[in-house]
């Protein structure tokens, strides 16, 4: 087996793992790597009356992650065809966290006082999973170009 072959298969299994723990709690820390700097941590701990400063925050983060997941899809649509055909589904998936992060924004704007807590972190815990995903996908893509 080629090396480009194992970073692909690599990659399509910690993508594989990552989503299927999106609904899983975790307290790994984000791994440092590439791309935008701002973590589910490093987002200030806004308070019920700071709840459209939150979501604000939060839509500009996700427009930050849709434009690296772009990216990513650009560098990669230079690639070879089997390189492509095992990359789109897992772009698929990032893609698809992103609209469950978009959804979990928008429940966040509708929060009362009496659940903003549990909507707060459900949204960071979104912004992680796909925060994660997208850092592994440009790690992987900077591992390929390396190759």
Same mark, same amino acid.
């Given at each position: 087996?080629? &090396? ?5 298969? !690599?990659?399509?299994?910690?993508? !594989? ?9 975790t ?6 790597? $590439?791309g ?6 490093? *987002?200030?701990?806004?308070? !019920? =009356? #700071? ?5 604000? #925050?939060?839509?500009?983060?996700? @427009?930050? +992650?849709? &434009? ?6 650009? /560098? +990669? @649509?230079?690639?070879? =065809?089997?390189?492509? =055909? /095992?990359?789109?589904? #897992?772009?698929?998936?990032?893609? #698809?966290k ?16 009496? $659940?903003?807590? /549990? ?8 912004? /992680?999973?796909?925060?994660?995903? *997208? ?10 170009? @390396?190759?």
């Open positions: 087996m080629n &090396k480009k072959t194992l970073v692909i298969t !690599f990659l399509s299994t910690l993508l !594989f793992a990552a989503g299927s723990a999106m609904g899983q709690t307290s790994q820390e984000p791994e440092n790597v $590439n935008p700097k701002t973590t589910a941590q490093d *987002v200030k701990d806004y308070t !019920f =009356a #700071e709840k459209a400063k939150f979501t604000k #925050e939060m839509k500009k983060e996700l @427009a930050g +992650i849709n &434009k690296d997941i772009d990216q990513l899809d650009a /560098k +990669i @649509a230079k690639d070879d =065809a089997a390189a492509r =055909a /095992k990359a789109q589904p #897992e772009l698929h998936a990032l893609r #698809e992103a609209g469950q992060l978009d959804k979990q924004i928008d429940a966040a704007k509708d929060a009362t006082a009496s $659940n903003w807590d /549990k909507v707060k972190a459900d949204s960071k815990h979104a912004y /992680k999973e796909l925060k994660d995903g *997208v850092n592994r996908a440009h790690r992987w893509v900077s591992d390929k170009i @390396a190759s």
